[in-house]
């Protein structure tokens, strides 16, 4: 039956992604989305099925009467860099937490009865104990977690409050097409690949044998889905439960491009992660869900991707 959703964020990387998948199951989307870091062309032309709102999430009681009713709120709009947020942590609090309050209060006031969480999985920060759990203590490093594990504890005290089903989706390391290249802490499966694509070097820091669990936007997307219709109010991690090392993604990478890659060697990144990895159970077990896109082929669509940006721009 289609639905109504409010996606914030929704004309960035990941939520993008999930509008085309929303509408194409025929449903309509209003986006609220400042545009600091998501694009209007990244969302398509849908003949009246998407309403864009240009808007802070934090202005959300002033915006409200344009969006209209909504079955369900997927919030994805958030600051995303860790290191970033140990800089300029008044600028996280606001927009991450207090921008999660607003969408709370909207929810609350018109009775919708979901919430979907975009929450991640920098909240376990350092840990020995390999693949994580969502029972896994969190020890976040950086402001930008401590507000996504905020997010987490908000959610449930007002949804006991207020009634309405929540559910946080604790991204590991999402990669594709559409994610943003231009910040120096841009995802390193991105800048990798607009390098490939582009025949420029790459930028290694440190040996290269750090771990990720990388997970392509595509299931990234699915996962989504598969929680807009629930009932349940929790956490869940959503991953591969598969790690591949920084430096193998460069030799991927090269076989993709047909060439070797130009290694720059940097120093280390202070305190970075040495290995992370989903623990994937919980979600499988609940809502059938496995991930479908190899790392291999994720890494193909995303480099092209960044080949057809380049041709339009020398067009």
């Known amino acids: 039956m289609p639905r109504t959703y409010l996606v914030t964020g929704g004309a960035g990387f990941?939520?993008?992604?999930?509008?085309?998948?929303?509408?194409?199951?025929?449903?309509?989307?209003?986006?609220?989305?400042?545009?600091?870091?998501?694009?209007?062309?990244?969302?398509?032309?849908?003949?009246?099925?998407?309403?864009?709102?240009?808007?802070?999430?934090?202005?959300?009681?002033?915006?409200?009467?344009?969006?209209?009713?909504?079955?369900?709120?997927?919030?994805?709009?958030?600051?995303?860099?860790?290191?970033?947020?140990?800089?300029?942590?008044?600028?996280?609090?606001?927009?991450?937490?207090?921008?999660?309050?607003?969408?709370?209060?909207?929810?609350?006031?018109?009775?919708?009865?979901?919430?979907?969480?975009?929450?991640?999985?920098?909240?376990y920060g350092d840990q020995q104990a390999i693949p994580l759990s969502e029972t896994t203590p969190p020890q976040p490093l950086t402001v930008y977690a401590l507000t996504k594990l905020a997010g987490e504890h908000l959610l449930r005290l007002y949804s006991a409050m207020h009634g309405f089903t929540h559910c946080s989706l604790r991204l590991f390391n999402v990669y594709g097409p559409r994610q943003a290249t231009d910040h120096p802490y841009a995802n390193v499966t991105c800048k990798f690949s607009h390098a490939a694509a582009n025949g420029l070097p790459v930028k290694l820091y440190g040996d290269g044998r750090q771990s990720r669990d990388f997970v392509y936007v595509a299931d990234v997307v699915r996962a989504f889905l598969a929680v807009l219709e629930g009932s349940q109010r929790e956490v869940y991690n959503v991953g591969t439960g598969e790690t591949a090392r920084i430096k193998d993604l460069i030799a991927e990478l090269g076989g993709i491009v047909g060439r070797a890659l130009e290694v720059e060697q940097c120093a280390p990144w202070p305190n970075d992660i040495r290995s992370i990895r989903a623990d994937t159970s919980r979600f499988e077990t609940e809502f059938g869900f496995r991930p479908q896109v190899p790392l291999s082929e994720g890494l193909r669509q995303t480099v092209e991707f960044f080949r057809e940006e380049a041709t339009r721009a020398a067009q």
Do not use: M, W
């Not at 694009?39 to 849908?46: G, I, K, T, V």
């Not at 934090?58 to 409200?64: H, K, N, Q, S, V």
């Open 14 to 123: 990941i939520g993008s992604h999930l509008c085309d998948a929303l509408l194409g199951d025929g449903h309509q989307v209003v986006v609220v989305d400042d545009l600091r870091s998501g694009h209007r062309s990244n969302l398509p032309e849908a003949n009246g099925a998407l309403k864009l709102i240009e808007g802070d999430v934090r202005d959300l009681p002033r915006i409200a009467p344009e969006i209209g009713p909504v079955d369900a709120i997927v919030h994805l709009a958030a600051l995303i860099s860790g290191y970033d947020s140990l800089a300029a942590p008044d600028d996280y609090v606001s927009v991450n937490v207090d921008g999660l309050l607003r969408v709370i209060q909207f929810a609350a006031e018109r009775k919708v009865p979901r919430i979907v969480f975009a929450s991640s999985s920098t909240v």
